[in-house]
């Protein structure tokens, strides 16, 4: 998996190669076994402390690129609960669910609950 690696799985930055190179290391993995996740930890650190908050979107591999909206991995994600990957789905509708929207929502409640 790319993992932190993402940006330049291919050697370079450069989406269509990363996304392109993924999907020709798991061109013989079935479907059962293409599962992953975008992750996201977004960190508060004040004087006082230090906190992570992690949202983590599910889902798996397709076994090719479909869509057009969003980046990077977005044409090769479908989101557990989806056939459509993520760049197929309409924006406001992937950026409500996104592993980005889930460490934000962690953060505002957090937020809400212990700032004045």
């Known amino acids: 998996s790319p993992g932190?690696?993402?940006a330049v799985w291919s050697g370079t930055k450069?989406?269509?190669?990363?996304?392109?190179l993924l999907l020709a290391q798991l061109k013989d993995v079935p479907e059962a076994h293409r599962k992953a996740s975008f992750v996201c930890t977004i960190a508060l650190v004040s004087e006082d402390t230090e906190l992570s908050?992690?949202?983590?979107?599910?889902?798996?591999?397709s076994f090719e690129e479909r869509g057009s909206?969003?980046?990077?991995?977005?044409?090769?994600f479908i989101p557990e609960?989806?056939?459509l990957t993520a760049a197929e789905l309409d924006p406001e509708i992937k950026n409500a669910l996104s592993h980005r929207s889930i460490a934000?929502?962690?953060?505002?409640?957090?937020?809400?609950?212990?700032?004045?």
């Open 81 to 83: 609960g989806f056939e």
């Open 104 to 116: 934000l929502s962690s953060l505002i409640d957090y937020l809400k609950a212990n700032v004045v």
């Open 14 to 20: 450069d989406n269509i190669a990363n996304r392109q």
């Open 53 to 61: 908050f992690t949202g983590i979107w599910p889902g798996s591999i």
């Open 4 to 6: 932190i690696f993402t």
């Open 69 to 76: 909206h969003g980046h990077g991995y977005d044409p090769v």
